[in-house]
Nanobody, 123 residues
Framework: QVQLVESGGGLVQAGGSLRLSCAAS???????MGWFRQAPGKGREFVAS????????LYADSVKSRFTIFRDNRKNTMYLQMNRLKPEDTAVYYC?????????????????WGQGTQVTVSS
């Protein structure tokens, strides 16, 4: 059974940084993975995704140039480095995995999800 566990969320001031981690177990870690987020009262939205080698990445326009997704396949862990955070980045952040090799943006492509970690950015 696939298990994804996020960590690293918290409260930060606008302009600050956080690094989220997603530790995977119960699967071979050679699949594309991604991060999504859900703000209060809104639907879940795509943030970033990464191919299984780590060489290919995709980002939502709202986070491009501020967030960086990367992975360490030796540790079965994926990361999201978030810089220059804004209050509108406040959300529960979820990691998810696909069953393919290339990064994806559409939510139905992701079959397994973590429980989420809260990120709150104060103004």
């Amino acid at each position: 059974q696939v298990q994804l566990v996020e960590s690293g969320g918290g409260l930060v001031q606008a302009g600050g940084s956080l690094r989220l981690s997603c530790a995977a177990s119960g699967l071979t870690f050679n699949y594309a993975m991604g991060w999504f987020r859900q703000a209060p009262g809104k639907g879940r939205e795509f943030v970033a995704s990464i191919g299984w080698t780590g060489d290919t990445t995709l980002y939502a326009d709202s986070v491009k140039s501020r967030f960086t997704i990367f992975r360490d396949n030796r540790k079965n862990t994926m990361y999201l480095q978030m810089n220059r955070l804004k209050p509108e980045d406040t959300a529960v952040y979820y990691c998810a995995t696909t069953t393919g090799w290339s990064p994806r943006v559409e939510e139905p492509a992701f079959g397994s999800w973590g429980q989420g970690t809260q990120v709150t950015v104060s103004s």
